[in-house]
């Protein structure tokens, strides 16, 4: 990802973090699928499993052991809906794997078990618990801004008739940007690299964060990311590449997000039409217009239900360097 340099990890190291983390991930979706897989036999033959732990096969542990079943089955369910990104999902195991263990400790107590198999089974979890360790310390390092970061991601692009130095010049005094981000309520920019912003958000409610700037290479890329303490955790960029021919300028913009509610904030967000990809792309063709003609004229109805055209008149692109 673009903002992936906001570390300034760069050649080798940066090499080794990107790999770190894609081993990490891989790693992190295998646990998911042992999780199901573990969490399914535990759940329909759990007289079968308290044989292979060396414990009784009653009522009493067929119903801990399906317990413990549905927590695996929750947790691989879990990694894998992140793609193996989340840390904090595969952290979850290890607590799982740490009431596991307390499980085969009491065990040991008890003078119906078979002392052999439980300790074959302990070595086993342990295993696994080494395993979940190392796979969330590997996501944690490669991702240290928070498993928020990857949570969810917009990647949107669209040629603007304009050159890149104007474009870079427009946005990169972010007080602008509500003029075309439709959901964007206001920018306040401060003095050292760093701006207030307050935005719109699903059933009439307001969200705010402080953000930072983490790259800027002027007339190409501007990236930022929002700081400790914000409603919504993001960090994005946006570039600008001049466009084959002479034919203007392709504006990339990547963001990611965390909403308000996690996954049930995206899905009240799309329930009331306000889901960030869509947002992204209506704001983008709204600065294609800003930028070509002086004015917004875009019809919202598939977007906002409103079925209206809206006209808002541009001002002059600032000139100043957002600091």
Request: hydrophobic share 40%.
């Amino acid at each position: 990802m673009t903002i992936a340099t906001e570390s300034g990890i760069e050649g080798k190291n940066g090499r080794e973090l990107v790999g770190s983390k894609k081993n990490g991930e891989e790693m992190a979706r295998g646990l998911g699928w042992f999780s199901i897989g573990l969490g399914l036999a535990e759940v329909v033959t759990p007289r079968g499993i308290a044989k292979i732990v060396g414990v009784r096969g009653d009522s009493s542990n067929r119903l801990l052991i399906r317990l413990l079943g549905l927590r695996e089955i929750a947790h691989g369910v879990a990694i894998l809906s992140q793609n193996g990104r989340s840390a904090a999902t595969v952290w979850s195991r290890v607590f799982g794997d740490a009431v596991d263990l307390a499980c085969l400790g009491a065990a040991f107590a008890s003078p119906d078990t078979s002392k052999g198999r439980l300790a074959f089974a302990t070595a086993n979890v342990l295993t696994v618990t080494a395993l979940d360790v190392v796979c969330s310390r590997q996501l944690s390092l490669s991702n240290p801004a928070g498993d928020a970061a990857t949570s969810n991601r917009v990647n949107k692009s669209i040629v603007i008739n304009s050159s890149p130095e104007e474009l870079y010049q427009f946005w990169r005094d972010f007080e602008n940007l509500p003029r075309f981000m439709h959901h964007l309520e206001s920018v306040k920019v401060s003095g050292d690299g760093r701006s207030h912003w307050v935005a719109n958000a699903p059933a009439g409610t307001t969200v705010e964060w402080d953000a930072e700037i983490t790259e800027d290479r002027p007339n190409e890329l501007i990236a930022w990311r929002s700081l400790e303490g914000a409603d919504v955790y993001n960090r994005g960029s946006v570039r600008f590449e001049r466009a084959p021919g002479g034919r203007g300028t392709i504006v990339h913009v990547e963001i990611d997000y965390d909403p308000p509610g996690g996954k049930l904030g995206v899905a009240v967000a799309k329930l009331f039409g306000e889901e960030p990809e869509l947002q992204v792309h209506s704001d983008l063709r709204r600065f294609k217009q800003v930028i070509e003609t002086g004015e917004v004229v875009l019809s919202e109805g598939t977007i906002h239900g409103t079925g209206a055209t809206e006209q808002r008149p541009a001002q002059p692109a600032a000139n100043g360097d957002g600091r």
